[in-house]
């Protein structure tokens, strides 16, 4: 997150003065933006015209009548596409100015605690609003200016990221999950429903009746059975489903379940699943219909969790105003020559690392979890064996060497479970106690509508 401003700010508005904002109101001045046209040599007439004017004035801005006609007739146009009926305008537009009004006062909070996205964030989310739209970002960039909404866009991307992280931020620090709540939730069973796992699973059927001689039923159940083998040898479910239709010897079938919880499976699969790991395979599964054969092709969710933990230390020097690349390169190389030749790391490491994070524990990064490392440091520690020293490797933050002390599997199923709890509590009191803290800062706010 940048905190400065960008060159697409021309539709702000510029603050004044709560003094000067407070003036206009109290003269009922209308605030009326004029265009003078000057018409004809040393005669000029001029013809002033109405462009805009303050409908509102909130603490130190305001809000213009432009931004609630334009807010208008985006709801109208809404409402069309949704082919809704709106209520009377009359009861529409003090609801709208309302909303303007408050998002207006957060906009200024979020100026005040130095909220603000630069243009490169901007992009990426341009950059994916247009693969959502199957275009690439030229294309999308093209599209909008043709429409000339553009930098309008921009402009509402970067406000919708503003207020949800000012939200976010103010609204957390209100929000208190206590211990006794997460054990409640942990235990009830709305608790136990949306802790439960997601399964994702390849299904494929050689279909059978009560017509099918025993003859043909245990021909059935072997070429199933041969379908299993040819999975379990690595042959992908794609590869052996359509193999499967196309050579036509049984009928074949399978189903899309999408994405499922245990119990929202068929009885059939729903204890089994629980136990499957992604890529296995179960099955020939017998039914009244036939042979079923199941692959957990992802998971997701769930309290289990069991990773694979990596107990490294490191030293790191970066490149600085009296040692370059080249000479930061050899100082590594050197420091890992002194290691091998039989000195202390951790007294190497605390007397040359460059890592304020580290250094005091002579380079030690204690226990990690997968992906808790710089995905190139992560590349190059995976494949060592405990006891070994690494060659010197580039990281976007320097020059490393790194040594794995020891390496474990460790079960963090009770703190993930209660992560994910206090998340979920945490996400049910969100939206109520936005709506309070929207309540108190516009009761405590300076706000004067203008006639």
């Known amino acids: 997150m940048a905190c400065y401003e960008t060159g697409f700010g021309a539709s702000e508005k510029p603050s004044m003065s709560s003094m000067q904002a407070r003036s206009i109101a109290r003269l009922g001045c209308s605030l009326c ?29 305001v809000v213009l009548l432009s931004e609630l006609e334009d807010r208008m007739n985006e709801i109208r146009m809404q409402a069309r596409a949704n082919n809704e009926t709106l209520p009377p305008e009359s009861e529409i537009r003090p609801q709208v100015l309302e909303a303007l009004i408050t998002e207006n006062l957060q906009m200024q909070l979020a100026k005040r605690v130095s909220i603000r996205f630069d243009d490169d964030t901007i992009n990426r989310v341009l950059d994916n609003m247009a693969q959502n739209n199957n275009m690439s970002f030229d294309d999308y960039v093209a599209t909008l ?24 931020g103010m609204v957390n620090r209100r929000i208190t999950i206590t211990d006794q709540e997460i054990q409640n939730f942990l235990n009830s069973e709305m608790g136990r429903e949306v802790m439960a796992a997601e399964y994702l699973l390849n299904h494929l059927l050689v279909m059978s009746d009560e017509t099918d001689t025993e003859e043909m039923r245990s021909a059935k159940l072997k070429y199933a059975a041969d379908l299993v083998a040819r999975l379990k040898d690595g042959e992908s479910f794609t590869s052996v489903r359509a193999s499967a239709q196309r050579a036509q010897i049984f009928n074949v079938d399978g189903t899309d379940f999408g994405w499922r919880r245990a119990n ?17 395979v179960e099955g020939p599964i017998q039914a009244p219909n ?29 490149p600085n105003e009296i040692r370059n690349e080249e000479q930061t390169h050899t100082a590594i190389e050197r420091l890992r020559q002194r290691v091998v030749a039989g000195e202390d790391f951790a007294t190497l490491a605390r007397q040359n690392s460059d890592d304020a994070s580290s250094v005091v524990a002579g380079g030690d990064l204690d226990w990690i979890n997968p992906g808790g490392m710089p995905p190139e440091m992560e590349s190059v520690v995976n494949p060592l064996e405990p006891g070994e020293l690494s060659e010197p490797f580039r990281t976007s933050t320097g020059w490393h060497i790194a040594e794995v002390l020891e390496r474990r599997v460790e079960d963090l199923s009770r703190q993930y479970a209660r992560r994910q709890a206090e998340n ?14 929207l309540i108190e800062i516009r009761e405590e706010a300076f706000v004067e509508l203008v006639e």
């Open 264 to 280: 929202q499976l068929p009885n059939l699969f729903s204890d089994i699943v629980a136990n499957m790991s992604v890529g296995s």
């Open 145 to 168: 200016e043709r429409n000339g909404v553009y930098l309008a866009t921009r402009e509402q991307v970067r406000k919708q990221m503003t207020l949800q992280e000012l939200q976010r």
């Open 424 to 437: 979920a509590l945490r996400n049910r009191k969100f939206e109520l106690e936005l709506q309070n803290w």
């Open 290 to 318: 036939g042979f079923h054969i199941i692959q957990l092709g992802q998971k997701r969710g769930g309290t289990e969790q069991i990773v694979n933990q990596t107990h490294v230390r490191h030293i790191m020097l970066s």
């Open 33 to 61: 933006l004029t265009l003078w046209v000057v018409m004809g040599g040393s005669t000029a007439l001029a013809e002033r015209q109405l462009l805009d004017r303050v409908i509102a004035v909130v603490d130190e801005d």
